[in-house]
């Protein structure tokens, strides 16, 4: 008897722990958009919505004073805002994003992260909300003029890209194992550029913003005028996360529309 009162007191506290996730889960949905497709949803901690990032990638996301800002950062806020969530940030190697993301311990990777066909099988991809160009960034005396210089037989040069980015798959890819130059990997994008700025490397292929924000640092760089490849970010979530899924993705569509997203991205982009 004791066994069975111990069973149905165990099952009781299950049932009621569930009725308390999805009360809040509940108080987490924002009371007026008549967004049925996020009915309840559950989040990494209660309450919050956890951002992974790699906040070395100005001006998506960097490091002010003690604080990870930029313009991920403002979209989660703004997302976790509509959601009724507190935002958390976790800066970790761009590596290990994906990896937080499908283990549930981050809800969404925000890292001016490119969607690729590879990540798709990982992770399930937002709506797009920026563009991205990968550059190449050269000495201002540099023999390297364009792409196409890259790309010459002979010409076998190396290559800093950080570690995992498209950068670096890409001139891999198209280069390395083509055998037509060498790739050198760093952990951050800025340890590439002092690899360029100290002649350990001929150029560095990375994404066009921080190109521009570690150039205007570091005297003597430019960017080329052709572009690597163009390309698409996007904010990386669970499989296994549907409800939460679709509650992100509604609330990120939204903020395009009203124009939220353009506005913060203008805020730390001039236009050209
Ligand atoms: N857009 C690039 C990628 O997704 C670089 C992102 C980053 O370094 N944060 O691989």
Known sequence: MKKFVALLLALVMVLSLAACGSKTADTDQPTDDGDSAAAEFTTANKGVLTMATNATFPPYEYVEGNQVVGIDAEIAAAIADKLGLELQIEDMEFDSIIEAVKSGKADIGLAGMTVTPDRQEEVNFTETYATGVQVVIVTEDSPITSVDDLFAEGNNYIIGVQRNTTGDLYTTWDLEDEGLATIDRYSKGTDAVQALKTGKVDCVVIDNEPAKAFVSE???????????????????????????????????????????????????????
């Open 218 to 272: 570091v005297e003597g760089l430019k960017i080329l005028d052709t572009e690597y490849v163009e390309e698409e970010y996007a904010g990386a979530m669970s499989k296994d996360n549907q409800a939460l899924y679709d509650a992100v993705n509604a609330a990120l569509q939204e903020l395009i529309a009203d124009g939220t997203v353009q506005s913060i991205i203008d805020k730390y982009i001039t236009a050209e």
